[in-house]
């Protein structure tokens, strides 16, 4: 059901590799694969009770059931006939539950729940200037084969300056990005993001003051240079594109920075003690930090849309014209004077760290592939 486009509200709900590769492991564990070769209605609760308690992680065994009632409530509701989940069957998997964790592991949820709300507190803008001060520094600090890519290095910029999640970010067509919006204020470029892209499975379009533009153009031209100083003309169609040219797969030879990348970047630069003395950062506190500043100093509505939340009451359909669309459905008017009011924040508790603004730092350089000999 979840690895296709689902019909939801009328429209058209995208797949989420995320979720199905979740849930595919969910039913990859022992205890549920030996329920494999059961019929639906052959299954009862103390079955998958038992299933469920096989399960040491009292969040992994959330999950199971959680997928477990969905996956059995679209079977008696689409596939009845085919399940023998009819009607008359008694609906017994909505009453299951995931149980209630050991002492220890409420414990252990209560010390997580206490740091993370800590964290929060202590990450404000002038925390996240800082770090991104350090990063520079860092990247700065690092060549040849340790050199920080620039998908890497501006993909942290943007995070930093738009919130977005790390999925949406890398997942920025150049086809989407604009370095002018010719809706918007002189200077301001747009990013978009189709259904697919965004957790919530809706377009996205976010106004991009000055700063964060650039931010998308130095990613272009250094990963455009960086390449052509190495293997000659090689366009991406990605804004935060991987150095890494070929993917996994045969067919992909055009490759985003990966995710976890600017994860494994922070942990690397934690290692390395380049955020000593710094409060702890992550790339989705930011969503946090930058929430609640939109919320105190423009208001909850524009923090929400600039996060990509789901408003209650949006409208179903599309404005008829794309003006319309801009103001309405997107708001983007609204999001831009959140966008404004952070971006000047982050840059302005930057530069009070010593930091200068990035630029492209990639230079031209003769390139290494051999000339062939005219015929």
């Known amino acids: 059901m979840i690895a296709q486009p689902r019909w939801v509200n009328r429209r058209m ?9 979740d849930v595919r492991l969910a039913f990859a564990r022992p205890s549920f694969t030996a329920l494999h070769g059961k019929r639906l209605a052959e299954l009862d609760r103390p079955a998958i009770n038992a299933a469920r308690d096989a399960i040491e992680s009292h969040r992994q065994r959330e999950k199971n059931i959680a997928y477990f009632k969905a996956a059995m409530t679209w079977a008696a509701d689409k596939k009845p006939d085919e399940s023998g989940l009819v009607e008359g069957v008694d609906r017994w998997w909505e009453r299951l539950t995931a149980g209630d964790p050991d002492t220890d592991t409420m414990h252990a949820i209560e010390e997580r729940r206490r740091v993370h709300r800590q964290r929060k507190a202590d990450l404000d803008v002038a925390a996240i200037g800082a770090v991104l001060a350090a990063h520079e520094r860092y990247c700065a600090g690092r060549t040849a084969e340790d050199k920080i890519s620039p998908g890497i290095r501006f993909g942290l910029w943007w995070v930093c300056l738009t919130a977005n999640r790390r999925a949406s970010t890398v997942q920025l067509r150049r086809s989407d990005f604009l370095g002018q919006d010719p809706l918007g204020d002189a200077g301001w470029g747009r990013a978009a993001w189709p259904p697919a892209a965004m957790k919530a499975k809706t377009e996205f379009w976010l106004p991009l003051p000055p700063v964060v533009r650039d931010v998308a153009a130095g990613s272009i031209a250094d990963y ?3 390449v ?3 293997h000659g003309d090689w366009p991406s169609q990605w804004v935060f594109a991987s150095t890494r040219r070929h ?3 045969a067919d992909n030879d055009d490759v985003s920075v990966y995710p976890n990348s600017l994860n494994r970047h922070i942990q690397r630069m934690r290692a390395a003690d380049a955020l000593d003395g710094l409060p702890h950062f992550s790339l989705h506190l930011v969503r946090s930090a ?3 500043y939109i919320a105190e100093r423009v208001s909850g509505v524009v923090s929400s849309l600039v996060l990509a939340h789901t408003l209650p009451n949006d409208a ?3 404005a008829p014209t794309t003006k319309a669309y801009y103001l309405t459905s997107q708001r983007m008017a609204e999001k831009a004077t959140g966008m404004r009011a952070w971006s000047e924040a982050v840059v302005g508790a930057y530069l009070k760290a010593g930091g200068k603004m990035p ?4 230079e031209r350089r003769k390139s290494k592939l051999k000339k062939k000999t005219p015929a």
Do not use: C, F, Y
Request: no cysteine; charged share 40%.
């Open 228 to 230: 052509a100083n190495e």
């Open 224 to 226: 455009t240079q960086l």
């Open 13 to 21: 709900k995208p797949p989420s590799k995320g979720t199905v590769d």
């Open 359 to 362: 630029a492209p730092r990639e």
């Open 316 to 318: 179903e359909e599309a």
């Open 247 to 249: 993917g996994r797969d």
């Open 290 to 292: 930058m929430g609640d």
